[in-house]
């Protein structure tokens, strides 16, 4: 488009454009871009090239260019067009970045504890809700309901304790998705950019007077070329100006759909992951599936029959009266604790996008609070944090159970009970969307 307007003009300045777009793409893909400083750079160097196109007929040192660089403020040769493009460009990217990495992050987080293995107490207690019927020729009969919820919650209790800080993140990543989707969307942000840059260089012509002699006189009259050269024909090539923005021209995603349609259906898929952590026992244990609905006619640990002791609250500390799994309360999973502290790390990055503020460009006194300077995470980085966790052992155990084959069928061998493997394993539905 700015080829088709202005021509050999653009041609012979493109990379005064083709940087801004290198900037805003390298800051989307996580490069350390400051957006404010690099728009600023960018009206700087634009106001230089303009004035030297619309003042042909002088000659300007590269002193006299960096003085009118310092009269872009006062004399707003563009007009408005920079401060509102700067206001929709810099909020409109730090919340779509931060959305993916929120994306990436979230992912990352519930891989990493799809590998926590397995404590024996854990394996024994599923051992003995799972097998022990086959011993006592009751092969047919399921775990009670409640029974099952106890040893699930015993094994579950350290995932369990993700679910606060799981579910504050979720809710910033639905604050920042209404960004997306409001006057900041990124894509209706981005489309008309080079319809309003074009209108800024129609301003600096419209004004192009009372701007060069504002700087004349602030920096001096600058040495004429001479009678061999006059000033080029600039309101003939300029006077060609971009035919207007229309919404319906708007492009579509990959996947066939606009950002507006893809982020509301990734809102509904975080909405259904919220509280995810703390209703795995549930998931596992529904009745008719792998507990038995009949409380009469089920596995109660010891025989057929009503299982009577109370269900355990979710969560590590609850566990000290779990009477199926014994879980050592005063050690908490460390990989679990560092998922923990980057879902919060993560949330306080987006409640920051949220309001604008892109805590990457903070001063990194403060990565100790959580709101540092950022991921300093470099080109084509897919994530910004590196855990570094201790694992236990694999612990194996026999799958030949058909129930126990049931449960993690289509699943990978992984470490130990594909049952606990099911659960960790479980659609995050909000991360299986892939959002560009």
């Known amino acids: 488009m700015f080829t088709r307007t202005y021509g050999k003009l653009y041609m012979q300045n493109s990379e005064v454009f083709q940087d801004l777009f290198t900037e805003l793409k390298r800051y989307y893909t996580g490069g350390n871009v400051n957006l404010e400083e690099m728009l600023n750079d960018f009206w700087s160097r634009l106001l230089e090239r303009m004035f030297q196109l619309l003042n042909s007929q002088y000659h300007f040192t590269d002193d006299y260019l960096e003085c009118i660089s310092k009269y872009t403020d006062q004399l707003k040769p563009f007009g408005d067009v920079p401060r509102k493009l700067k206001a929709q460009v810099t909020r409109a990217f730090i919340a779509a970045r931060t959305f993916v990495q929120g994306l990436m992050v979230g992912r990352e987080v519930a891989n990493r504890v799809a590998k926590v293995n397995v404590v024996p107490a854990c394996v024994r207690a599923l051992t003995k809700m799972l097998y022990c019927p086959y011993c006592r020729g ?36 639905l604050l920042v998705a209404d960004r997306l989707q409001g006057p900041y969307n990124i894509e209706a942000v981005i489309e008309p950019i080079d319809i309003k840059i074009s209108e800024a260089i129609m301003t600096m012509q419209d004004n192009s007077m009372q701007v060069s002699a504002k700087v004349f006189q602030g920096c001096g009259q600058p040495k004429h070329l001479g009678m061999g050269r006059s000033a080029r024909g600039i309101s003939d090539v300029f006077s060609a100006r971009f035919r207007p923005y229309t919404p319906e021209e708007r492009p579509t995603t990959a996947a066939g759909t606009s950002l507006d349609r893809l982020v509301i259906d990734i809102k509904e898929k975080l909405k259904e992951s919220k509280r995810f952590w703390s209703k795995l026992p549930d998931e596992m244990c529904a009745k008719g599936k792998l507990s038995e609905s009949d409380e009469e006619q089920c596995w109660n640990s010891h025989t057929k029959g009503r299982y009577f002791p109370e269900v355990v609250k979710e969560g590590l500390t609850n566990q000290v009266n779990n009477p199926e799994v014994d879980v050592d309360i005063t050690r908490p999973d460390t990989l679990i604790r560092q998922q923990i502290m980057a879902l919060r790390v993560m949330t306080n990055k987006l409640k920051n996008a949220y309001n604008g503020n892109d805590i990457y460009f903070q001063d990194s006194s403060d990565e100790g609070s959580g709101s540092g300077s950022g991921s300093g995470c470099s080109d084509g980085c897919t994530t910004e944090f590196v855990f570094v966790g201790t694992e236990s052992p694999v612990i194996g155990a026999d799958r030949s159970d058909e129930r126990a084959g049931a449960v993690g069928e289509s699943l990978s061998p992984g470490p130990s009970i594909p049952l606990l493997m099911a659960a960790l394993t479980l659609p995050i539905w909000a991360l299986q969307t892939p959002w560009r």
């Open 138 to 173: 009751m092969p047919g009969l399921k775990p009670c309901h409640n029974y099952c919820h106890n040893v699930m919650r015993g094994c579950l209790a350290n995932q369990a304790d993700l679910d606060a800080e799981w579910n504050l993140f979720i809710d910033a990543m």
